[in-house]
């Protein structure tokens, strides 16, 4: 910077030099040929006062020549026609010879002075109006020294002082350039510093001039961003930890789609591990395109985004989209697992579902008791003792579904933990089979080991063996349904159920124990809530259960559970 700035300043003082320079000497030029001009009218005018007087004498010839070797003129007389009325040649100069001769006559037969000199001073003309009869202008011409010598010396000296000048001027620059360059590039290594991201670099001002008064304002500038700066990171640093303690996922990255920031919850639940920075955007669901979403938030005029995905059955998330802003290169991916409340609300619903369809059917036995009690019945005492058993029986076992339900749902919450015990299900089995209403082409066979004991909920398995009895009864006609209970590997116990109905079509049989299906091969009666509550049942009770089906032979349900203890080791 100091070479250009010193350059700068020489050019600016040889410019500076030589138009000082320049007008001196052109207002020397002009002084000198207004000097000689004035030197020409004043001998000028005192050679047309004596020519006056020697008109007035009659000798005029003589007084030409008199006058014309005192005053050094070459005189001519013209006439109102502009017509020499003397020699064309006087002082040995031609008339034809005088510069612009005839311009100054015209002015001068016009009443005006015409004044002009030539060649630097050397030569000057004058035309004068005469006021006599016989000659109406007077031309003069006379020969000076003229200034060419003087303006000549003034130029030789001016030269010198212009290079003075100059060396001057580039010596002057160069050390203002030197000492302002060193200032500047204190600024300049402090501003560096800064952008580096170092805010300790002092800087001093040694002077109170304009660059001094930067410096200090620099320097005040520097302290602010230095409280700012660590001010953000602190916040930043605060945000960052807020976001990592949250629960839901929370990932922010650029145009290119690649991650600026992840929490470990966003990294858990798109990838099961964490996100770094640069890396690119997940494709976790093969069922929704996340990253097509997240091109989607970078479109002009993109607004907020909630969709809610669900991978599984078994995990539920929702994805809200916050798009980038105006000026803004990043958007937000807020991702929540809902899968336990979701998972909440299906009990609820389940739960809600199963209590109707279980309790649907001890309320219509009583209802119906109550309904033949009113009609007669009840003045019949042994009608009356079997209608109010039949009241007392079905309240017996509606408080008995009640309790089940709660106890299902509370182990599908996981509020409690099933109470299981040992329980023998032959003797369930023989219960539930003596009071199985079934059409008379219908035989009910029942193959137990009575040793086998099963850790169960009673309730829970009186339900899921209720269930699956009575929905063989319904849909075999004729026939047979046959329970065997037997040993199954070394820790558990099978329970089949194989009715001779109404079979399955094998297309239909993977949905079956689906919440309110029915499948049109046994008719549409009911909720289809019966084997969902079964399979709810037994997984609740840690057992598998499993439907077969084959045209002509019916269906078979097997139930497996954990083997307890023999009977007879009670």
């Known amino acids: 910077m100091r070479w250009w700035l010193g350059l700068a300043f020489a050019v600016i003082a040889a410019v500076t030099a030589l138009l000082a320079a320049e007008g001196l000497i052109r207002r020397s030029e002009s002084a000198f040929r207004k000097d000689a001009e004035a030197r020409a009218v004043e001998a000028s005018v005192a050679a047309e006062v004596a020519l ?15 006058v014309s070797a005192r005053r050094r003129l070459a005189l001519f007389l013209f006439d109102g026609d502009g017509r020499p009325i003397t020699p064309v040649r006087a002082s040995q100069t031609e008339l034809d010879s005088i510069p612009q001769a005839d311009v100054a006559v015209r002015a001068a037969l016009k009443g005006r002075r015409h004044v002009e000199s ?79 991201g170092n805010f300790s670099h002092r800087l001093d001002a040694r002077f109170h001039d304009e660059i001094g008064l930067l410096a200090v304002m620099f320097d005040r500038m520097r302290v602010r961003l230095r409280e700012s700066f660590e001010r953000i990171q602190s916040e930043r640093l605060r945000l960052r930890l807020t976001i990592e303690r949250l629960d839901q996922g929370v990932v922010s990255f650029d145009e290119e789609l690649n991650v600026e920031n992840a929490n470990s919850a966003a990294g858990r639940l798109l990838v099961g591990e964490a996100l770094d920075e640069g890396d690119p955007l997940p494709e976790p669901w093969p069922s929704f395109p996340l990253r097509s979403l997240a091109r989607d938030l970078f479109a002009a005029g993109a607004k907020v985004t909630n969709v809610r995905v669900s991978p599984c059955e078994a995990l539920h998330y929702t994805v809200c989209g916050i798009p980038a802003g105006a000026g803004f290169r990043t958007a937000l991916f807020v991702i929540t697992d809902v899968s336990e409340v979701e998972r909440l609300e299906q009990i609820e619903r389940e739960f ?23 009609a007669g019945a009840k ?12 009241i007392e029986r079905q309240s017996t076992k509606l408080a008995r579904l009640s309790a089940s339900l709660l106890v299902l749902a509370r182990a599908q919450t996981g509020e409690e933990s099933l109470q299981t015990v040992p329980v023998e299900p032959c003797a369930l089995l023989e219960s539930i089979a003596a009071s199985l209403p079934t059409g008379e082409h219908v035989v009910v066979e029942l193959d137990c080991d009575p040793s086998l004991v099963v850790l169960a909920e009673p309730d829970l398995l009186d339900q899921v063996f209720s269930n699956l009895v009575a929905n063989a009864a319904k849909h075999t006609e004729r026939g047979r349904i046959t329970i065997t209970t037997r040993r199954f590997e070394e820790d558990r116990v099978e329970i089949e159920f194989a009715d001779t109905g109404t079979e399955i079509p094998y297309a239909l049989q993977p949905r079956i124990f689906e919440r309110f299906y029915r499948g049109e091969a046994r008719g549409r009666n009911g909720f289809g809530l019966g084997l969902a509550i079964v399979r709810q049942a037994v997984r609740a009770l840690d057992g598998t259960v499993e439907l077969q089906s084959t045209p002509g032979s019916g269906t078979t349900v097997r139930v497996t559970l954990p083997l307890a203890k023999e009977a007879g080791a009670v």
Do not use: C
């Open 352 to 374: 809600v579902a199963n209590a109707a369809h279980e309790l649907r059917t001890p309320v219509a036995a009583i209802s119906s008791a109550v309904e033949v009690l009113e």
């Open 52 to 66: 006056s007087r020697a008109v007035e004498r009659g000798n005029l010839d003589e007084a030409l020549r008199t």
């Open 118 to 196: 030539y060649d630097r001073g050397r030569v000057t003309v004058v035309a004068l109006p005469m006021p006599w009869d016989s000659s109406s202008a007077l031309l003069t011409y006379s020969l000076q020294p003229g200034y060419a010598a003087t303006m000549t010396m003034i130029r030789d000296q001016i030269l010198p002082a212009v290079t003075l000048a100059v060396v001057l001027g580039a010596l002057a620059g160069l050390l203002i350039a030197t000492l302002t360059t060193r200032r500047l590039r204190r600024i300049e290594k402090a501003a560096r510093a800064i952008e580096s």
């Open 379 to 390: 003045e019949s005492v042994p009608e009356r003792d079997h209608f109010l058993a039949i």
